[in-house]
């Protein structure tokens, strides 16, 4: 599988120009790419004022999303601020290269910066079949919150994260996203944003990708960024079957 990472400024609470930056990265990507991954709420930044930027699943920029991903024969996974009824979600969305559309709202929110004030907290994970593969996507503080993201039964061959994570716990994302890739076999991506937001939060990025062994197949990537990377599922499907770290794993249930 043929992956872009996007890691790209985001225009703070700009819904149409970052509308416009994005749709036209998407029209830049390399041919043959199976699978597109952008930042964390890549059309507003990581706002506590949802009312300011949300759109509605029925937005024409859902449908423009579709018509790309169908266009240019990929899919797309990144997260957006919805409204829904009374509420507001932090919304990650995956978008077949058939414009079919899976979602999954986050369920770790942020309380640092009040994010559970203001969003609603998804309960389900969200786990999609797709050219072969079995994806898990999570939004940023998910991270930090190894249960959620276990590998059982290897429900998945494939961890991606979308973010908003500053500098001045870079570190944490890093070592943070070695150990998911390890403790859980599998191949992981991770794509933050960049630039400076309106509470003077730095963030470089430090984009990545990662074998199923805690191996760097993209090192931690700073400023704006579209980087590509080769997954091979064969490669790590022999590891596992060699390698049975998953077959010795606990069992439990989340509540």
């Known amino acids: 599988m043929k992956i872009a990472m996007l890691q790209s400024p985001l225009a703070w609470e700009d819904i149409e120009q970052n509308k416009k930056h994005f749709l036209q990265q998407l029209n830049t990507i390399e041919e043959g790419t199976d699978l597109v991954v952008l930042p964390e709420m890549f059309v507003s930044g990581f706002t506590m004022k949802p009312e300011r930027v949300y759109i509605t699943m029925q937005d024409n920029f859902i449908a ?37 559309i899976s979602t999954y709202d986050k369920r770790h929110l942020f309380s640092l910066a009040g994010e559970e004030k203001v969003y609603k907290a998804g309960k389900e994970r969200l786990i999609v079949e797709y050219r072969g ?5 999570l939004v940023c503080y998910d991270l930090r919150f190894p249960v959620f993201s276990r590998n059982n039964d290897e429900a998945y061959d494939l961890l991606i994260y ?94």
């Open 64 to 100: 423009e999303l579709q018509s790309s991903c169908r266009e240019h024969l990929f899919a797309l996974i990144a997260s957006i601020v919805i409204k829904e009824g009374e509420y507001y979600y932090n919304r990650l969305f995956f978008i077949s290269d058939k414009g079919e």
């Open 162 to 255: 979308v973010a908003s994570w500053p500098d001045q716990r870079i570190y944490a994302w890093d070592s943070l996203l070695k150990a998911r890739a390890i403790e859980n076999m599998s191949y992981l991506v991770a794509v933050n944003r960049c630039g400076v937001d309106e509470n003077d939060n730095i963030y470089t990025g430090h984009s990545q990708a990662i074998d199923m062994l805690g191996k760097y197949l993209v090192e931690p990537i700073e400023g704006e960024h579209i980087t590509y990377t080769v997954l091979d599922k064969a490669k790590q499907d022999k590891i596992r079957k060699s390698f049975g770290v998953l077959r010795d794993a606990d069992t439990f249930t989340i509540d």
């Open 133 to 137: 593969w079995k994806i898990c996507p």
